[in-house]
T-cell receptor
Framework: GQNIDQPTEMTATEGAIVQINCTYQ??????LFWYQQHAGEAPTFLSY????GLEEKGRFSSFLSRSKGYSYLLLKELQMKDSASYLC??????????FGAGTTVTVRA | ETGVTQTPRHLVMGMTNKKSLKCEQH?????MYWYKQSAKKPLELMFV???????ENNSVPSRFSPECPNSSHLFLHLHTLQPEDSALYLC??????????????FGPGTRLLVL
């Protein structure tokens, strides 16, 4: 089966930077997604990486290293509304999405 | 609003009941998905439909029965469920199944409690 690991919880202060790591072992690779999910709400798409390197989108950036099976999501200038669960998902060789268990980020004032 | 709606948002049912979850997408997508999300566990893919045809059944017990009458609607029929089936059931859609940069858009989910 697929194996996707990310930390369970992270806490940071408003205005700070937090980096959420994701490592994966999958049969085939067709891209990596990051989703944000607030409690009781739908996961919403944040970013997509299929080639190595950094993708920047405002305060959020996502990095991928396919050779290392590694990605991170970087959240800058943290705001209280960024408190949520962040899901790493990998699309395997059969185009199925496999998700990590999610990282709950708590932003403190 | 992601363009994917689900009803009901909350459901409590006994083990002998029969109920159905409904999902509707307003994005013009051709692929629809059912996922199960249990506390502290990864989302688990249950079923995939592409152009109304079921393309994936991820070893889901027969007490869960999907139905896709058209590309915009997806149902999950539930019968004789077990307490361990209590979870958040998420519906998602994407333009197609297997596309190069397919992004899945999720509905808000149905919180199911089986007593």
């Amino acid at each position: 089966g697929q194996n996707i690991d990310q930390p369970t919880e992270m806490t940071a202060t408003e205005g700070a930077i937090v980096q959420i790591n994701c490592t994966y072992q999958t049969s085939g690779f067709n891209g990596l997604f990051w989703y944000q999910q607030h409690a009781g709400e739908a996961p919403t798409f944040l970013s997509y990486n299929v080639l190595d390197g950094l993708e920047e989108k405002g305060r959020f950036s996502s990095f991928l290293s396919r050779s290392k099976g590694y990605s991170y999501l970087l959240l800058k200038e943290l705001q209280m509304k960024d408190s949520a669960s962040y899901l790493c998902a990998v699309r395997d060789g059969d185009y199925k999405l496999s998700f990590g268990a999610g990282t709950t980020v708590t932003v403190r004032a | 609003e992601t363009g994917v709606t689900q009803t009901p948002r909350h459901l409590v049912m006994g083990m002998t009941n029969k109920k159905s979850l409904k999902c509707e997408q307003h994005l013009g997508h051709n692929a629809m998905y059912w996922y199960k999300q249990s506390a502290k566990k990864p989302l688990e893919l249950m079923f995939v439909y592409n152009f109304k045809e079921q393309t994936e059944n991820n070893s889901v017990p027969s007490r869960f029965s999907p139905e896709c009458p058209n590309s915009s609607h997806l149902f999950l029929h539930l019968h004789t469920l077990q307490p361990e089936d209590s979870a958040l059931y998420l519906c998602a859609s994407s333009q197609d199944w297997g596309g190069y940069q397919e992004t899945q858009y999720f509905g808000p989910g149905t919180r199911l409690l089986v007593l």
